[in-house]
């Protein structure tokens, strides 16, 4: 299969314990600006190529691009030793992971994401005020606020975007059943239920459009690739939950991996169109037990287990044809298992999947303390689920005790904090700042900058973000004694 | 979270009355420890849970995501 560039960005939700008038922006700013192993806090942002204004059925619109002046972008943003960037967006702090080509990989990088947060949580803590952040790796406050979780795929430019589109409609209105997270109650004016599979669903409320914030598309056409637009666009996919199970993420990144491959190749997909997409995501949300059919353009009915499966068995038949790499295959045979044991009975899942994980827990606790949905205490572990605090995070309780199953290793995560993958042009971002951390004077995703002392700074450009891998630039950095000798070597 | 995965016992349905008596005894067991480390999960949920849960979760408002 050929290698896909991946990558995600979590919104953190941020409280202050015993304090209620807290600004959410500078607690934001104070926390990233504690974290203690950024290779320099000189770098810059490189804003240059960035438009989230651009969409892709060709117009602009209108609204401020950002470009906040040096002092401010330098607080804004933190370049980070893996490659990833950590950062204030709206009044969040967020966290992208590098690109990585691998959705195990993703996993990783999250996870090491969470470990940088934590520190930031803990450094600020040490701090007299405020006191007591605290940190969620959720989607929603429960009163009708969402904040994103974005994931990034870069697809072949020649893929028309109604292709994608079509193909992907119900996929992501059915890919909850193993990617979400689980929520007590609903939102956002939506039917009531007292548990929810998925944490975003409540606030879809159209099908296509630019929109992150207000009136939510399943499908965004946000066209800013970071990398050469004549032959990429980036597909920014904000339908989707942050999870704290690692075989939620693994399987929510890989298999929609594998459906775009398939997309673009003209893969055997299943030909099916939901009647009504916008009222089905928030129907197979509340289905927890997975048994509810889903109304087809063409009078057909399949549940989401069903639609899965026929995704499934598109990528079996294409996937056997051709050469399928490791991951491929193991990410084929967990979502298989995965949507065998939904359709048995779902609270088998209740080691992997974070809405069983979840529901279970609650559960359990509903029938020990003898109370019903409505109990606070409910909505409290719902959230405190997600908290990212060792002591206090309910899943990091269960992950603490073995409660949960886990495909990455506590080691491959403390090496992602301050090691970029080694497969994307991130390997290039990352050496770079970790041998020369006063030469690099700003970075993106699609450059780096470096201040010699000369009279002008020079960019290396990383429009393509199969290159500057280490296979292809390892060496030379590795023997490079000075950031001269690396654009010599690069013959710039 | 039940630290037991569970399984569809194979050796049941092929196997000799011994093995099932042993196997049934064995997932009494199963049974009774998953009861037990559930409890234990539920103490320790109550010590780690917010004070004022109440209080907490309606007080957590985010604005400006995105």
Not at chain 1, 118 to 140: D, G, Y
Request: proline share 5%; glycine share 6%.
């Amino acid at each position: 299969m050929i290698k896909r560039i991946l990558g995600t960005e979590t919104e953190f939700g941020i409280a202050a314990r015993h304090s209620e008038s807290v600004d959410p922006v500078s607690t934001s700013l104070l926390l990233i600006n504690q974290y203690p192993y950024l290779p320099s806090t000189r770098i810059l942002w490189d804003y240059e190529h960035e438009n989230p204004l651009l969409d892709v059925r060709g117009f602009e619109v209108e609204g401020e691009r950002e470009r906040p002046g040096p002092d401010y972008n330098r607080l804004l943003n933190k370049v980070l030793a893996n490659g990833g960037r950590l950062y204030v967006d709206g009044a969040h702090p967020e966290y992208s992971t590098p690109e990585c080509t691998h959705a195990r990989d993703v996993v990783i990088y999250e996870k090491a994401g969470d470990r940088i947060l934590r520190q930031c949580c803990e450094a600020a803590a040490r701090m007299k005020e405020p006191s007591h952040l605290v940190l969620f790796r959720n989607n929603t406050d429960g009163k009708g606020n969402s904040y994103g979780y974005h994931e990034n795929y870069l697809v072949d430019r020649l893929v028309p975007f109604e292709t994608l589109m079509k193909h992907l409609i119900p996929f992501f209105v059915t890919r909850q059943i193993y990617a979400g997270s689980g929520k007590v109650g609903a939102e956002n004016r939506m039917p009531p239920a007292p548990y929810q599979i998925s944490q975003r669903a409540d606030f879809f409320e159209t099908l296509v459009d630019l929109n992150t914030m207000v009136k939510r598309p399943i499908i965004n056409t946000r066209d800013e690739p970071h990398a050469d637009s004549a032959k990429y666009r980036r597909l920014h996919v904000i339908v989707g939950d942050a999870n704290m199970a690692e075989t939620s993420t693994y399987l929510k990144v890989g298999v929609t991996a594998m459906v775009l491959t398939m997309i673009e190749e003209n893969g055997p997909l299943p030909e099916i169109e939901l009647e009504d997409p916008v009222r089905s995501i928030k129907e197979v949300s509340r289905d927890i037990g997975l048994k509810s059919p889903i109304r087809l353009s063409d009078g057909r009915k399949f549940t989401a287990v069903e639609i899965q499966r026929l995704y499934l068995e598109a990528a079996h038949r294409y996937f056997e044809r051709s050469e399928a790499d490791p991951e491929t295959r193991d990410v084929l045979t967990k979502w298989e298992s995965v949507l065998g044991r939904l359709e048995q009975d779902p609270m088998q899942l209740s080691r992997e999947l974070d809405w069983v994980i979840k529901l279970e827990l609650i559960r359990s606790y509903m029938d020990k303390k003898k109370c019903g949905w409505d109990d606070s205490r409910l909505a409290m572990m719902d959230l405190q689920y997600h908290d990212l605090r060792s002591g206090k995070g309910l899943y990091a309780a269960l992950e603490k005790d073995r409660y949960v199953d886990r495909i990455t290793t506590d080691r491959e995560i403390e090496q992602a904090e301050q090691n970029p993958p080694t497969d994307t042009r991130a390997y290039f971002r990352g050496t770079c700042l970790k041998k020369f951390p006063k030469e690099v004077y700003a970075a993106s995703w699609s450059s780096i900058l470096f201040d010699i002392g000369n009279t002008t700074i020079k960019k290396v450009p990383l429009m393509e973000p199969l290159r500057g891998t280490q296979s292809l630039t390892g060496s030379l950095l590795e023997s490079a004694r000075s950031v001269e000798e690396v654009l010599s070597r690069l013959s710039m | 979270m039940s630290k037991q995965e569970h399984k569809t016992d194979r050796k049941k349905e092929t196997g000799k009355k011994e093995e099932e008596t042993a196997s049934g005894s064995k997932s009494a067991e199963k049974g009774k420890k998953i009861k037990e480390d559930l409890d234990k999960l539920m103490d320790k949920i109550d010590d780690v849970l917010e004070e004022n849960a109440e209080e907490f979760v309606k007080n957590y408002v985010q604005k400006g995501g995105e």
